[in-house]
């Protein structure tokens, strides 16, 4: 298993799990996501900020960080963090604790970045996936109200999350 930057080249294996993902949470949960935008994962990939996890020749996991999250985080925003998003996991490759090695990436990453937390949200009323975070780690820090006005990307529109947040 290896973490690296992802590549314009694999941007359509980026999609396909962003797709299956997306399927998964429609059979699983009330909220889901709906798609994202093409120019924006590859404006996320030339700056370095999506990444994915291998496993030999295969993408099995994708990611994305930033360095700031008002509109989610909001007052919480100021403080120095590593913000993680669109975790999307292979079907094949779901329950080999990819999380866990992006937990554990993301403290080296945040410490050389002298960041203090990491965090993450998700769309409330999962208990599956807040007790699963809670036990790697993440501290549920409450849930956060976002006006579906907002300049919002589309798959927030739903309007609330849980925050979760690992103190460095």
């Excluded at 997306?22 to 093409?38: I, L, V």
């Excluded at 960080?65 to 909001?74: C, F, S, V």
């Excluded at 002298?114 to 699963?132: C, P, W």
Aim: net charge positive; glycine share 4%.
């Amino acid at each position: 298993m290896t973490i690296q930057n992802t590549c314009i080249e694999d941007i359509d294996a980026v999609f396909y799990l962003y797709d299956e993902a997306s399927k998964y949470q429609k059979r699983h949960q009330k909220h889901y996501w709906n798609g994202f935008d093409r120019a924006q994962v590859e404006k996320e990939i030339k700056e370095s900020r999506h990444f994915i996890i291998k496993e030999k020749d295969t993408i099995a996991c994708t990611f994305l960080i930033t360095y700031e999250d008002p509109l989610i985080w909001q007052a919480a925003n100021k403080d120095p963090a590593l913000y993680l998003h669109r975790i999307a996991t292979h079907p094949k490759y779901r329950g080999r604790g990819y999380i866990k090695s992006i937990i554990e990436w993301s403290k080296v990453h945040a410490k050389a970045k002298n960041k203090l937390f990491i965090r993450l949200d998700t769309h409330i009323g999962n208990d599956k996936i807040n007790a699963y975070y809670t036990s790697c780690g993440f501290t549920n820090k409450g849930i956060s109200y976002l006006d579906p006005n907002s300049p919002i990307p589309e798959h927030y529109k739903a309007g609330a999350f849980t925050l979760f947040e690992i103190k460095l």
